[in-house]
C-alpha cells in the first residue's frame, strides 16, 4: 500500500509560483508512476504532470508544459510540483496519485493510478 500526503497550496496571485509537494509512505515506488492532478468546482479531475519513479521520464498536460515542472527526490520519496507563471485557470485542488506501471493506461488516464492523496487547495487570485 502507498500513502501520499500532499502539501504547499495555498493562495497566489496570478503570475506567481508555488510548489506542491508529495511525500509517499509505504511500500516501495520502484515500477510506479508519480502524477498530480487537479479538479476544479463542478469539473471533472484532469492530468497535469507525471513521472516514471524509475526511469525519471517526465509527462506533462499541454495547458502547463513550460510553465510546470515536475521533480522527485528518491531518498526522500517526495515528488514536487512547481508551478510558475499561475493563472486564474490553475484554480483547482491538486491531486497526488501513485499508479503501478502496467502498461494499460497512459499516464493521463486517471485509471493508472490506484493510490491518491487527500489534495490541497490552489486559488489564483487575478
Known amino acids: 500500500q502507498v500513502q501520499l500526503v500532499e502539501s504547499g497550496g495555498g493562495l497566489v496571485q496570478a503570475g506567481g509560483s508555488l510548489r506542491l509537494s508529495c511525500a509517499a509512505s509505504g511500500s516501495t515506488l520502484s515500477g510506479y508512476r508519480m502524477g498530480w492532478f487537479r479538479q476544479a468546482p463542478g469539473k471533472e479531475r484532469l492530468f497535469v504532470a507525471a513521472?516514471?519513479?524509475?526511469?525519471?521520464?517526465?509527462y506533462y498536460a499541454d495547458s502547463v508544459e513550460g510553465r510546470f515542472i515536475i521533480s522527485s527526490d528518491n531518498a526522500k520519496k517526495t515528488i514536487y510540483l512547481q508551478m510558475n507563471s499561475l493563472n486564474i485557470q490553475d484554480t483547482a485542488v491538486y491531486y497526488c496519485a501513485a499508479g503501478w506501471n502496467s502498461g494499460v493506461y497512459t499516464y493521463a488516464a486517471t485509471e493508472g493510478y490506484g493510490h491518491w492523496g487527500q489534495g490541497t487547495q490552489v486559488t489564483v487570485s487575478p
Open positions: 513521472i516514471d519513479w524509475s526511469r525519471g521520464n517526465r
